[in-house]
């Protein structure tokens, strides 16, 4: 099965903040696009099905950025798929 750029750069970013995580902090998007190395606009448009789905959340204003929106644990490569993908 071959993934899309988007469901890679889902994977990739989960896997980001999953590492992040345990510190409790926050990532921006201009530190995932810098990590991933792509620009912050296209960074938005892969959050939001992750949003969308639960898998990420958001905290808006000065100090925020994105988080799981589950444990880490709970997220399956399947569930990341099926939300880029389709069932």
Same mark, same amino acid.
């Given at each position: 099965?071959?993934?899309?750029?988007?469901?890679?750069?889902?994977?990739?970013?989960? #896997?980001?903040?999953?590492?992040?995580?345990?510190?409790?902090?926050? *990532?921006? !998007? @201009?530190?995932?696009?810098? $990590?991933?190395?792509?620009?912050?606009?296209?960074?938005?448009?892969?959050?939001?099905?992750?949003?969308?789905?639960? #898998?990420?959340?958001?905290?808006?204003?000065?100090?925020?950025?994105? *988080?799981? !929106? @589950?444990?880490?644990?709970? $997220?399956?490569?399947?569930?990341?798929?099926?939300?880029?993908?389709?069932?």
């Amino acid at each position: 099965m071959k993934l899309s750029k988007q469901t890679q750069y889902g994977l990739q970013i989960l #896997l980001q903040l999953a590492a992040k995580a345990h510190t409790k902090q926050l *990532a921006t !998007g @201009k530190q995932i696009a810098r $990590i991933q190395n792509i620009n912050e606009p296209y960074v938005e448009q892969i959050i939001a099905p992750l949003k969308r789905g639960g #898998l990420v959340q958001t905290v808006r204003g000065r100090h925020g950025g994105y *988080a799981l !929106g @589950k444990d880490a644990d709970d $997220i399956t490569v399947l569930e990341i798929i099926e939300t880029f993908e389709g069932a």
